[in-house]
Each structure stands twice: as structure tokens, then as C-alpha cells.
């Protein structure tokens, strides 16, 4: 069963941190970009980080840039997001997800439309 489950989210005080984790099973997550994403009620879900499959390239949304890090670990099939210096902006539900095609030359456009196989999420809360 292709399965994707994210986990690390919590309370955490302005300029703290939280490490994010999207472990697969069921399949080669290194076979896909991934991508994280984030979601506040009322709002559409916002992409945060990529990380591509094939040449390690990866991406930042302006708002997380230089505070946000993305890294693969293939030997646990997982994909990790570090989050530094968090704000009270970044509060929201983490969502993982792979890109809808293999392989994928680069990165794809961080849009949902483009992701398939949608973790549950993960609540990451950011308050004094």
C-alpha cells in the first residue's frame, strides 16, 4: 500500500525549531520529488520546499528561505523538513506529498495539482 505519513509537528515558541519527517512505505520515495506544503483553515494549501529525485536540487518559497531546510535520507525511505527560527506565520497543518511523475528531470512546480499521495499532516502550532 502506498502510504505516506508525516510526523515531528508540536508547540513551539517564536524562534524555535521542529524538525518535520515524511516517511514512505510501499514505495521508493527517492524514485519522486517531494514536496511540503502547509495549510491554515479558511486558506489554500501553500507550498513550502521540493526536493528533486534526480539531480538533489531543491526549493524554497520566499517565506521560509534561509530558516527551512530539505533533505533526503534514502536509506529510511524518508524526507525531512528542519525548520529554524520559526514565526507565528508558520503556524499552519504540514502536508508531504510526491510529485505525480518519476524521475522527473529537476523540480516540479510546487502546486498540489502537480502531487499525489497526501499525507495526513502534521500540526505545527507557533505560539509565545
Known amino acids: 500500500q502506498v502510504q505516506l505519513e508525516e510526523s515531528g509537528g508540536g508547540l513551539v515558541k517564536p524562534g524555535g525549531s521542529l524538525r518535520l519527517s515524511c516517511a514512505a512505505s510501499?514505495?521508493?520515495?527517492?524514485?519522486?520529488?517531494v514536496g511540503w506544503f502547509r495549510q491554515t483553515p479558511g486558506k489554500e494549501r501553500e507550498g513550502v520546499s521540493c526536493i528533486s529525485s534526480t539531480d538533489g536540487s531543491t526549493y524554497y518559497a520566499h517565506s521560509v528561505k534561509g530558516r527551512f531546510t530539505i533533505s533526503r535520507d534514502s536509506a529510511k525511505n524518508t524526507v525531512y523538513l528542519q525548520m529554524n527560527g520559526l514565526k507565528l506565520e508558520d503556524a499552519a497543518v504540514y502536508y508531504c506529498?510526491?510529485?505525480?511523475?518519476?524521475?522527473?528531470?529537476?523540480?516540479?512546480?510546487?502546486?498540489?495539482?502537480?502531487?499525489?499521495?497526501w499525507g495526513q499532516g502534521t500540526q505545527v502550532t507557533v505560539s509565545s
Open positions: 506529498a510526491i510529485d505525480g511523475l518519476a524521475f522527473r528531470p529537476g523540480l516540479p512546480t510546487l502546486t498540489p495539482d502537480l502531487f499525489v499521495h
Open positions: 510501499g514505495f521508493r520515495l527517492d524514485y519522486y520529488a
